[in-house]
Each structure stands twice: as structure tokens, then as C-alpha cells.
């Protein structure tokens, strides 16, 4: 929390979505989607956001406009104090303002996930210093197979039915990943409130971003011209399929930073046998799209 003081006392302002109550941060998450498809300005939405925080609107009943202008632009300065889920960035030489999406979600936001009578114990992904997560290889895979499927397709039923199976994945009903997939889970899903679904979802887009913005991983994201966001998914489980067939293990079962971290293996181990085979830095470059900068530090 930020404390920001006020002429009376000060205010506790959330930095992080950790610091918000689960109903605030479903508030604030249908909030951030409706800037985000540009179905709200982002000043109302920080507005709002505040209003759910501290529990307060301004009273309407109150005639004196030079005291309700004054309240009306105290809250707009407090609101724009708010960063935790998104900040507004000037694009260079232009008058078009870019918002920028805070995903950064340090647990779960909503561990446990309540339908009808039963309730799903959703993955653990903590970051501290180091991550913490039982999401396993092929389930980050599946899920972001699909992640990619909702953000590429048009039909609306479709990208639907591709979230109800991503929120399936990461809210199991059986611990193993392909019992799972099998198992109807999909059908609970089915159930979810929509903004539910919608955190689900930028949860998990938080989990992306950090293993492609990640000082060690985001190496294996870096060449080439595309988003790292979609370059993560070009031939995934192609690379799960090579690294088990090359003895690193089975993607079934393997912990998500183990499969990451044996990607980075192959990758050494691939680039030091080119080295050792005669093959220039330049050629490796050119033949893999890795920029030379990069397969210096691999090699």
C-alpha cells in the first residue's frame, strides 16, 4: 500500500491487485476489460476503482457546487494515483495516449473457485524471488494453445468455448493433466461468472508475460521480428516433443520452470555443438533467427 496524505489524515492506495479484497478485484478486472476494449474511458475507470476501494461516492444532495467541485477534483487526483492495473503512457510526437495493462498478479487472485456447492482449488503460481508454481509443461502448453486461440478467433461461441477449456486447465478437477481434460470439467466452466472468466484469463496472460519478459527465458523469445506473446506458441509442442525425444524428460509431468530452463539447455547444447562442428556465429544466427548478441551469451 502507498499511503498518500490528505489535509486530514492520508489514504492507503493499493500498489499491487495482491492488496485488493477478492470482490474489489473482481470490480476493478471488469473495469480494466472495459478500457481495454475501449468500451470506457480510463479516467471514469480509475474513478470507479477508486470508489470501490475506499467504499465512497460523492453525495449528490450537496448544493454548494464550489465544495462538490472541490471534492469531485480531490477524488480525480487520488484516482490517478491508482497504477495497480494500468498506467497511461504518451506515445512519442503524438497526441495518442497508450494504455498499458498492469498483469502482475504476485498469487493467484482467486485461489479457490466456488460453483454451485463445490469448490476448485485453482494453480499455484507465486512470485517472489524465484516463482512457485505447480502448473506442469504440457498444462502451460494446452493452455496456451488456447490463450492464443482467444485472442486469434472472431467467433464469439468459439472464444468462449476456448476460455471455458483454459479456465478448465488451470481450475482442475483431477490432478492429472489428461484425466482431466477428459473429466467434464469444461461443463463447470460453463457456469463461471463472465468477470470470473476474465480474471482467469489475465491471470494467466500475467504468467505469460513473465516468462517472455523473464532476464533468462525471454532469450529463448528473442529473435525474429514477432511479439514475444506469439512466438511463445510457434511450435511449443514440437520443442516438448524434440526435448523429450533428446532425453531432457517428459513434458506430462515436468515442472513448468524445469521445461523452460531445459529449453535453455538444448539451446546451449545445440549452439556449442554448431561452435564445435566449425559453424560460424553469423550462419548460426542467420539459420535460426537467434540474434548474435544472444547465442554469445548461450554459448
Not at 461461441?157 to 477449456?165: A, F, G, K, M, V
Not at 539447455?265 to 561452435?275: F, N, R, V, Y
Amino acid at each position: 500500500m502507498k499511503t498518500i496524505p490528505l489535509n486530514k489524515g492520508s489514504i492507503n492506495l493499493p500498489e499491487y491487485w495482491d492488496e485488493l479484497t477478492p470482490k474489489q478485484v473482481l470490480i476493478c478486472i471488469g473495469l480494466l476489460h472495459r478500457v481495454l476494449s475501449m468500451e470506457m474511458d480510463p479516467g471514469w475507470a480509475r474513478l470507479e476503482m477508486l470508489f470501490a476501494i475506499i467504499r465512497y461516492k460523492p453525495d449528490k444532495s450537496i448544493k454548494d457546487e464550489s465544495v462538490r467541485e472541490n471534492i469531485n477534483f480531490n477524488l480525480i487526483r487520488l484516482s490517478e494515483q491508482l497504477t495497480f492495473a494500468f498506467t497511461i503512457e504518451q506515445v512519442d510526437n503524438e497526441t495518442v495516449k497508450r494504455i498499458v495493462p498492469h498483469f502482475n498478479f504476485r498469487r493467484n487472485p482467486m485461489p479457490l473457485l466456488k460453483i454451485g456447492k463445490k469448490k476448485y482449488a485453482g494453480k499455484i503460481f507465486n512470485m517472489d524471488i524465484t516463482v512457485k508454481t505447480d502448473i506442469v509443461a504440457k498444462e502451460f502448453i494446452d493452455a496456451f494453445d488456447l490463450y492464443t486461440a482467444i485472442n486469434k478467433l472472431e467467433d464469439p461461441s468459439s472464444r468462449e468455448e476456448c476460455l471455458n477449456q483454459l479456465c478448465a486447465i488451470l481450475y482442475p478437477s483431477h490432478p492429472e493433466h489428461q484425466k482431466n481434460l477428459v473429466s467434464g470439467q469444461i461443463e463447470q466452466m460453463r457456469m463461471i461468472e463472465p468477470v470470473k472468466k476474465l480474471l482467469i484469463f489475465y491471470w494467466f496472460t500475467g504468467i505469460i508475460r513473465f516468462y517472455t519478459e523473464h532476464p533468462v527465458y525471454s532469450l529463448l523469445f528473442s529473435g525474429g521480428k514477432e511479439k514475444s506473446e506469439d512466438k511463445i506458441g510457434l511450435g511449443m509442442n514440437a520443442t516438448a516433443l524434440h526435448l523429450t525425444k533428446q532425453g531432457y524428460g517428459s513434458m506430462d509431468n515436468m515442472p513448468l520452470n524445469d521445461y523452460f530452463d531445459a529449453q535453455i539447455q538444448s539451446l546451449k547444447d545445440t549452439i556449442s555443438k554448431a561452435l564445435a562442428d566449425g559453424v560460424k556465429i553469423a550462419e548460426i544466427a542467420n539459420q535460426t533467427g537467434i540474434s548474435i548478441s544472444t547465442i554469445e551469451k548461450l554459448s
